[in-house]
């Protein structure tokens, strides 16, 4: 089984984002892998390392500036086998390169470069755009059966078997047989620190290096950008006391509890 | 269902053209609504497996309610849903012109019927459903609610459609202009549609639910009846699903939510929030410090990963208030925050904050209340 895993660099998760002329300020803000790539990521070591599944290899895909190698050093520190980069300085949030281009990017290397994946692992969703497309639009592109979502998955004959969330809990759905499409919720793994030795290793591994605008899809944004704002400020609380206090705030004030 | 119905639909009388409509397998649904024309079809968010299934036709669930009132922002043109189940008219909107459904219905073995319907509602045959509309009838807008399914199956019909969707709206502003939030809802993005057709999907909490006033002149259209079902793939195929039932409001939809995080220290301490749960006729949530101890089953999550909530009365009690967990609460109308850290971030949310031993004050607040 040949995997590709998704790797986007992303805002790191726990900063405090701040609201520009051109959208969020990015400039010396720490980035990172986006949570759920990594999860996915962790996801796909760890079929390789599950004799049953037959793992020839793990390839990670990155798409974005130069620094996102660093974040291919880290998947590949993690365990990939080696990576492709395809460089473009346009904005990954949103705002400029949009899931449609990103997912038909995935799509040209998968028919044009690396033509035998049966696996795409990606993330559900990254954490700056916050718009959980690439993996179904992929899937549609390429008509391969998919499973967002993810929470458990399972080698099952030809296929898998996927326990995915839900609004009301979980699902179990069946993919009879590769190639397909996961995308991966929180609660699929916890992803591996990258050890030392490992981190070395992965000095030394492959990145192929590709320019955005040498496949030919279209990279504008369908969807316009017109302006990124802060959402308005919620109106200032107060301290209670106690829980007399809050009752008679929550009652009279609130207009609640009644 | 006589092809004379289709007489009774006000809207399609004004648009459709007249084919040999006393025979029943030559139903003008091609041309039913004029190219270029606005129109919208919603796509329905499927009823929960705990809804009586053996009806043969049922009513609309909540989120799919929101998405409607989203597609009356759109423009005034007429608007469809998308079913897997024919739905009484009685208990449509009246904004609702016409349902289109797939006759799935429950008979025979409960399980059986489970797995077929199930399978249904995989992305793969959804998604072929929409395109199969979208060839009949040339819709300008396709709008789901931003749920687990809607998030499921609109990005796949978006890419077969050749369309760039956009997801998780907020606020729409015009028929091709939307505010959706991005970095976990600390920007928020006003963005302009470029396309012909839009593919939307809506977050439930951002509308409220169309009133069901009825729709007595819609039409009801089987589509498995006209054989405009493409056959359902079989690649993908539901086996089961978990869930877990309670007799308690649904999170998502409920009016006040009591919500516990780390500092509830134990499984067994939640009783304590839903014993205050009970008294108020709210749901339980819990942050994900909380669920990743094993104090809360994960589907009481909320935040940027788990439910988006936006109740009247959203009590938060021992949660710091990270940034991923406000993410998911801070549309709620009043946020009361209790925790003995005065320093938490909650605090700076919360309308009401009660520096506090959550130990003490949440039981005393059940009590008096």
Aim: glycine share 6%; charged share 20%; proline share 4%.
């Amino acid at each position: 089984m040949k995997i590709l895993v998704g790797v986007k660099r992303v805002v790191d998760y726990a900063v405090k984002v701040r609201v520009g002329a051109n959208g969020v300020e990015l400039k010396n803000v720490k980035m990172s892998l986006n949570p759920f790539c990594e999860i996915a990521v962790e996801a796909a070591v760890r079929l390789k390392e599950n004799k049953a599944a037959s793992v020839s290899e793990v390839v990670a895909l990155s798409i974005g500036p130069k620094q996102c190698q660093e974040t291919l050093r880290t998947a590949m520190a993690m365990g990939c086998d080696r990576a492709i980069h395809i460089h473009t300085d346009l904005r990954g949030d949103y705002m400029e390169l949009q899931s449609d281009s990103v997912a038909k990017l995935f799509q040209k290397v998968i028919e044009e470069k690396e033509k035998d994946v049966d696996l795409v692992l990606v993330g559900k969703q990254a954490i700056d755009s916050d718009c959980g497309q690439v993996g179904p639009m992929l899937a549609g592109y390429l008509n391969w059966p998919q499973a967002t979502f993810a929470a458990k998955i399972d080698l099952d004959g030809d296929g898998l078997m996927v326990e995915r969330e839900t609004d009301q809990g979980t699902e179990t759905i069946k993919i009879a047989k590769l190639p397909a499409v996961v995308s991966c919720d929180l609660r699929l793994n916890e992803p591996r620190y990258a050890t030392l030795p490992n981190i070395m290793k992965a000095k030394k591994k492959k990145i192929d290096q590709f320019q955005a605008d040498e496949f030919d899809v279209d990279l504008t944004a369908k969807n316009k950008v017109l302006e990124v704002f802060e959402p308005p400020a919620r109106k200032e609380g107060i301290t209670v006391d106690n829980v007399n206090q809050l009752i008679d705030k929550l009652k009279n004030e609130a207009g609640l509890l009644q | 269902m006589s092809s004379s119905f289709l007489y009774k639909s006000k809207s399609l009388l004004s648009h459709c053209k007249l084919g040999r409509m006393h025979d029943k397998r030559t139903i003008p649904m091609r041309f039913i609504f004029q190219k270029n024309h606005a129109s919208t079809l919603v796509i329905a968010e499927p009823s929960s497996s705990s809804s009586s299934s053996s009806e043969a036709m049922s009513s609309l669930m909540p989120a799919t309610l929101s998405a409607i009132s989203a597609a009356q922002k759109l423009h005034s043109g007429p608007i469809t849903i998308l079913s897997d189940k024919a739905i009484d008219t009685s208990s449509l909107p009246s904004a609702v012109t016409s349902v289109l459904h797939i006759g799935a219905s429950s008979s025979g073995t409960p399980d059986k019927d489970k797995s077929l319907c199930g399978s249904l509602l995989v992305a793969e045959n959804v998604s072929a459903h929409i395109q199969q509309a979208q060839t009949l009838y040339s819709f300008s807008h396709i709008i789901a609610p931003a749920t687990k399914f809607g998030s499921n199956i609109l990005p796949r019909a978006a890419a077969i459609l050749g369309m760039s969707p956009i997801t998780d709206i907020i606020e729409i502003l015009s028929n091709d202009t939307f505010v959706r939030p991005i970095y976990a809802g600390n920007a928020l993005a006003k963005v302009q549609a470029t396309q012909n057709v839009k593919l939307l999907s809506v977050r439930t909490t951002a509308f409220e639910k169309a009133a069901v006033d009825g729709s007595p002149a819609a039409t009801v259209i089987n589509l498995m009846e006209e054989k405009q079902v493409p056959p359902p793939q079989t690649l993908t195929e539901f086996v089961k699903e978990n869930v877990s039932s309670s007799d308690r409001p649904d999170l998502a939809t409920a009016n006040v939510v009591i919500s516990g995080g780390r500092g509830i220290k134990s499984a067994e301490n939640f009783a304590l929030l839903e014993s205050l749960a009970d008294k108020l006729g709210g749901a339980v949530g819990a942050s994900r410090a909380a669920v990743d101890a094993g104090y809360a089953p994960n589907d009481l999550q909320v935040g940027q990963t788990g439910k988006c909530v936006a109740p009247e009365l959203y009590i938060a009690c021992g949660i710091s208030g990270a940034i991923q967990h406000l993410s998911g609460m801070k549309d709620s109308k009043t946020i009361v925050a209790i925790n003995s850290d005065r320093d938490a971030p909650i605090f700076q949310v919360a309308d009401y904050g009660l520096v506090d031993d959550l130990f003490k004050a949440v039981p005393e607040l059940t009590r008096q209340l």
